[in-house]
């Protein structure tokens, strides 16, 4: 399977702080893209970042890649009490966008 | 239109009955998606579509399981002879996906179904 994992299952800051999330992937990867999902609520698209590329930003949001050891970053940074929710890394392999999710990093951010 | 809807919000069903549940897609998006997640767990592929044309549906678990898009909007997925475990929130996704060889682009989810089956 391809199916993206992330890494820790969950994790508890204080606000304020970073957090930092890893997913790793087993095959060759077009893209792979970052999602938010809050308390059982629908998936929100947060970042894609292609094969190519190796680093991309967004607000307070970075992502990074590394083609070579299979693996992405998500570093949420000054983290709110808002930013509380489900992160989901989805990799995509085919060429029409045919994403598999891993598990998520569940995220507590206590004010 | 707003974003992708689903219909019903909250299915409940007894065992062995069909159910039927529909998305409707953002406007002018060309790739639609079915996914189920448990509780806890993130999105499972399940199938999708280009226009009409159901492109993979290497993720429905049995043939109990079908889905349409008849006319390139909105897709139905069908269960049939429903069992406990077909027990989860199904979601449904439209990306714009521009023409092959252009990659990547943002799905938009849906709210979901939760389906319970008694």
């Known amino acids: 399977s391809q199916q993206g994992e992330e890494d820790p299952q969950a994790l508890s800051i204080q606000e304020g702080e970073n957090a930092t999330m890893n997913c790793s992937y087993k095959?060759?990867?077009?893209?792979l893209q970052w999602y938010r999902q809050n308390s059982g609520r629908g998936l929100v698209h947060l970042i894609l970042i292609r094969s190519n590329e190796r680093e991309k930003h967004s607000g307070r949001l970075r992502v990074t890649l590394d083609t070579s050891k299979k693996s992405s970053s998500l570093l949420i940074t000054a983290s709110r009490a808002a930013d509380t929710a489900s992160y989901f890394c989805a990799t995509d392999a085919s060429n029409f966008n045919k994403f598999y999710f891993g598990s998520g990093t569940k995220l507590n951010v206590k004010p | 239109g707003a974003g992708v809807s689903q219909s019903p919000r909250y299915k409940v069903t007894k065992r062995g009955q069909d159910v039927a549940l529909r998305c409707d897609p953002i406007?002018?998006?060309?790739?639609l998606y079915w996914y189920r997640q448990a509780l806890g767990q993130g999105p499972e592929f399940l199938t999708y579509?280009?226009?009409?044309?159901?492109?993979?549906k290497s993720g429905l678990p049995n043939d109990r399981f079908s889905a349409e898009r008849p006319e390139g909007s909105i897709s139905t997925l069908t269960i049939q002879r429903t069992e406990q475990r077909d027990s989860a929130m199904y979601r449904c996704a439209s990306s714009y996906n521009p023409p092959q060889g252009t990659l990547g682009n943002e799905q938009y989810f849906g709210p979901g179904t939760r389906l319970t089956v008694t």
């Open positions: 579509f280009n226009y009409e044309a159901q492109q993979d």
């Open positions: 406007s002018g998006h060309v790739s």
């Open positions: 095959t060759s990867i077009n893209n």
